[in-house]
Nanobody, 132 residues
């Protein structure tokens, strides 16, 4: 059974940083794309970032470009979302998803996350709260 475990959320002041982790259990992430969503209660989830298995550049939603960075570790057992210059509007529950073709990529550039009813694996979510 493919499992992902999210961690790293917390309370941080505006302008601060957090690093979210998405750890794989039962499989390695080397053959899978990894996407990050965030959701605020009462609102639809928002695709935040996606890193594919190809050399395509990662996807970032417009509001986080230049502030968030997605990456994998060298052993492909985890992925990370480095979040800098955090803003109150970044407050949400964040979770990762994984699968063979989760990222939508065209011409060497990833443009979003493919919407699926169910992904091969999904993390349980970690809360990020940005507040002074």
């Amino acid at each position: 059974q493919l499992q992902l475990v999210d961690s790293g959320g917390g309370l941080v002041q505006p302008g601060g940083s957090l690093r979210l982790s998405c750890a794989a259990s039962g499989f390695t992430l080397g053959d899978y794309d990894i996407g990050w969503f965030r959701q605020v209660p009462g609102k639809e989830r928002e695709a935040v970032s996606c890193i594919s298995t190809t050399r395509s550049s990662p996807f970032y939603t417009e509001s986080v470009k230049g502030r968030f960075t997605v990456m994998r570790n060298n052993t492909n057992t985890a992925a990370y979302l480095q979040m800098d210059s955090l803003r109150p509007e970044d407050t949400a529950e964040y979770y990762c998803v994984s699968g063979p073709e989760v990222c939508y990529c065209v011409g060497g550039k990833c443009l979003g996350i493919v919407e699926m009813r169910k992904y091969d694996a999904r993390g349980q979510g970690t809360q990020v709260t940005v507040s002074s």
